[in-house]
T-cell receptor, first 112, second 116 residues
Framework: DAGITQSPRHKVTETGTPVTLRCHQT?????MYWYRQDPGHGLRLIHY???????DKGEVSDGYSVSRSKTEDFLLTLESATSSQTSVYFC???????????FGSGTRLTVV | AQKITQTQPGMFVQEKEAVTLDCTYDTSDQSYGLFWYKQPSSGEMIFLIYQGSYDEQNATEGRYSLNFQKARKSANLVISASQLGDSAMYFC?????????????FGTGTLLAVQP
């Protein structure tokens, strides 16, 4: 078990407010990823990290920023939430030992 | 650019029968990996099976097998003896030879319904 925790599990926020989602892992994995899941689109990569302070954009990064100041935490921030960012957000880690990927339980975000 | 295509938005299968979920991929990488994940209605992403591009034999995990046809760029998931608990969304995904990133890209998924 990769020990990956996402918080919060559910959040409702208003348009224009900032929101931060947290992904926490307990096993010092180097690679961490944020995805969003929307009907008809599968999971799409928002941002990823390959080490402390090393991050890069994915295919749907507009409106999102990330930070990784510690190995165990990868934060996703919506600077000014919009209704189009209503989605389920998944964090994932890549396990170096077997090249597998493990996902967190997801955060359901609703922007009203 | 890498791409995963799942052309079956939804499928039905009778309990105890086998079902094949289609997945085709596009990549120019020589080394890559293919994954299948199951997402039940509870929402978690469950890893099912993995196939490496250099693996000569098709991967199998219990009732799951991956029908890997490299020349056709297909990686279909076969579920044998379907069970009611197999009803879920299934995603095909690919990891490319992406250097430091090794990102997973996903198809749009297939919703499988197993009927008694």
């Amino acid at each position: 078990d990769a020990g990956i925790t996402q918080s919060p599990r559910h959040k409702v926020t208003e348009t224009g407010t900032p929101v931060t989602l947290r992904c926490h892992q307990t096993e010092n994995h180097r690679y961490m990823y944020w995805y969003r899941q929307d009907p008809g689109h599968g999971l799409r990569l928002i941002h990823y990290s390959y080490g402390v302070k090393d991050t890069d954009k994915g295919e749907v990064s507009d409106g999102y920023s990330v930070s990784r100041s510690k190995t165990e935490d990868f934060l996703l921030t919506l600077e000014s939430a919009t209704s189009s960012q209503t989605s389920v957000y998944f964090c994932a880690i890549r396990e170096e030992a077997n090249y597998g990927y493990t996902f967190g339980s997801g955060t359901r975000l609703t922007v009203v | 650019a890498q791409k995963i295509t799942q052309t079956q938005p939804g499928m039905f299968v009778q309990e105890k029968e086998a079902v094949t979920l289609d997945c085709t991929y596009d990549t120019s990488d020589q080394s890559y990996g293919l994954f299948w994940y199951k997402q039940p209605s509870s929402g978690e992403m469950i890893f099912l099976i993995y196939q490496g591009s250099y693996d000569e034999q098709n991967a199998t995990e219990g009732r799951y097998s991956l029908n890997f046809q490299k020349a056709r760029k297909s990686a279909n998931l076969v579920i044998s003896a379907s069970q009611l608990g197999d009803s879920a969304m299934y995603f095909c995904a690919m990891r490319g030879d992406g250097g430091a990133t090794n990102k997973l890209i996903f198809g749009t998924g297939t919703l499988l319904a197993v009927q008694p």
